[in-house]
């Protein structure tokens, strides 16, 4: 009687503390974990797995690990435990050292219970969020300083819930603004006055560089989880559209949330649920990853993950929103334009694919094979000396990255077909990166479990490509993730993620340092982006 009593308070007490990632409406299972590691096993999740593994566990970057499934399986608590330590060879990190043996512990027994499903959330919900900190009329005409702002970098400072804004002729630090919870992205308004992030936890915010001291100056919270957001950026003859809309891609509830450009306000939801293009299986939990903006339509492409689409949203006619639904392949994850910003180029990672869209025809024209799962981030773009203009892509579950050709107009022999192997130094590449008047391609290994590797980037020459790049440890610490050039694609900026993180900034010529900023505030840099780069996607 006492012990049923127990139980009925500890799943009373379990539904009371439910609230720290998901809000306070997720229903939670009855647990044998006590209502405080619950609580903390469900945060741990929605930090570090749901993005790969799906809020409902179903699998996309990383597989099904439903309770339902490992059970199955034959797998217990102690087999989930030995995978969440070590991780795995096809490029699921080890969390060893970043998680302690007791949450790894919770977090297993976690994994052998149903998953608590987040709430749903409305157009009302999110415009209650909203918070227009200084109205259009309010602020600056012109820039209020004298610097050079499309050459500023917005650093993500991810566990400090801010983003540095640098000035990357100087490389100081211009302001720091609070921007909320683990932000995962920044994107730049097409005029590149603005930057707008947005947040793990569907929060966006938005900042004026035009200030004297730049701040956030809206902000607004359109989902439960996300992951992407991008802005209008077409200008021509259907209308002027730069700086005008943005959109945010949600994780959960899956939909896309257009709002406006100027303040954040929310305009219009559209929900992502959807059959999958293949099986015709309904999907409850259907995200939108990447999105990229069209400068020649006014049109965003966004990757619908589990469903394996991307949809072409044609922003003109928000009354009749136009959406093309474009059959790729599963699971669509990230990538960019080609050089051209014609074709579209996205990594389908569990198929060891990048599918290409022509963003005229609106149609997939190709599939490139690529290695292991590939991860490009937006990816690079540069001219081979023999095979033309390439993109290139490095991978999560194996030591390569690849190039292929991607200039069907002048080069169509090479078209859509790996060109060029590059040997890196291990799996766990998340990004590479370059500009069309650098030297260099850079691609780093962040997921990598090995302490060396994952602290190490190589380059390769542009001029005369070679299999084996140089590569070196950046820093002794942390993890090593993520490039951007400055405007004149001269400098590389690289950041040391880590609780005491560094930004270590190269001569793209030389590969010699030029600078290591090391401060307090920089804490668990992750992604850094420079307003020209990012307005003209240029990589
Ligand atoms: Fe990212 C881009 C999702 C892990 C840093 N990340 C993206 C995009 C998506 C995504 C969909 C593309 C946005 C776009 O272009 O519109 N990322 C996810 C995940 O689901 C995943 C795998 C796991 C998760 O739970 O989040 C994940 N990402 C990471 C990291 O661990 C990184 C290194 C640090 C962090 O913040 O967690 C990280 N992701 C980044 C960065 C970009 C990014 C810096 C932008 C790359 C660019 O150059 O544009």
Redesign the pocket.
Known sequence: MIKRFKAILAAFAVLMVMHSAYGDEATAPVSALSAEDFSKAKALFF??????HGTTRKGA?GPNITDENLKKKGYTAEVAEAFITNGTPGGMPSFGGDFSEADIDILANFLMQPPPIPPEMSLEEMTDSWKLIIPEAQRPKKPEHTKNWKNFFGI?L?DAGKVAILDGDTKEVVNIVDTGF?V??L?SSASGRYFYSIG?DGKATMIDLWMAKPDKVAEVKTCQEA????SSKYKGKKGNFEDKLAII?C?WPPHFVIIDGQTLEPKKVVSTRAYAYDSGEYLNESRV????AAHKEPEWFI?LKEAGFIWAIDYSDMKNLQVTMIETERYM??G?WDATHRYIQMAANMKNKMVVVDSETKKQIAQVETGQKPHP??GANWVDPEFGPVTATPHLGEATMVAWGSDPKWHPKNAWKVVRKFATLGGGG??V?THPKASHIWVDH??NPDDKIKRSICAYEKAKPTAKGKCWEVADHGRV??F?YNQAGTEVWVAV?DQVGELVIYDDKTLKEIKRIKADWLRTP??H?NVYNTMTDT?
């Open positions: 930090n570090r797995c749901a993005g790969c970057t993500v991810r683990a995962h992205i994107r793990r992951r992407s957001i991008d891609g994780y990853a990447a999105i990229i990757n994850h990230d960019g981030g937006r998340l990004f990166k962040t997921l993730t993520h951007e993620w992750t992604g982006f990589y």
